[in-house]
């Protein structure tokens, strides 16, 4: 074992504030039934409203299967469509009726934690976090 790594290895100290940051949101987004992850791809889709689950996927950096996953419980929830198949077995995703309002709901909420996490950066925070995450991408 080697004393080092827990203090030092970057993917294992992005994690832990990942994991932290990520239940902030969740807890703030519970009672509209969302987690951060749902409520990002609400927010996507009913921004980009992509032609395909592949087009999504390469907007937001994620394996197909992995978004597939995601978008499964959403549907169900009846707050995505996805369209009729058209050219190249492509099926557009939409928000419902019911999705536009949940993310509606969900938005101050969201709000509310994004000034949170904000407010703890401060505006030299902010800029370094941006800076470093866009080197690392």
């Known amino acids: 074992m080697h004393d080092d790594v827990t203090g030092r290895c970057t993917a294992g100290r992005l994690l832990r504030a990942a994991r932290r940051i990520t239940r902030e949101y969740d807890d703030a987004l519970r009672p509209v039934g969302l987690t951060v992850t749902q409520f990002g791809l609400l927010n996507a889709v009913g921004r980009y409203e992509p032609d395909s689950i592949s087009e999504l996927a390469d907007l ?4 197909r299967t992995t978004l597939s996953r995601n978008l499964k419980p959403l549907e169900k929830a009846g707050l995505i469509f996805r369209g009729e198949e058209s050219e190249g077995r492509r ?5 419902t009726t019911l999705g536009v309002r949940r993310l509606e709901e969900a938005y101050p909420l969201w709000q509310e934690v994004q000034d949170r996490t904000e407010a703890r950066l401060g505006e030299e925070g902010r800029n370094h976090l941006k800076a470093g995450l866009n080197a690392l991408r």
Do not use: G, I
């Open 60 to 63: 937001l950096a994620l394996d």
């Open 91 to 95: 099926r557009r995703l939409l928000l």
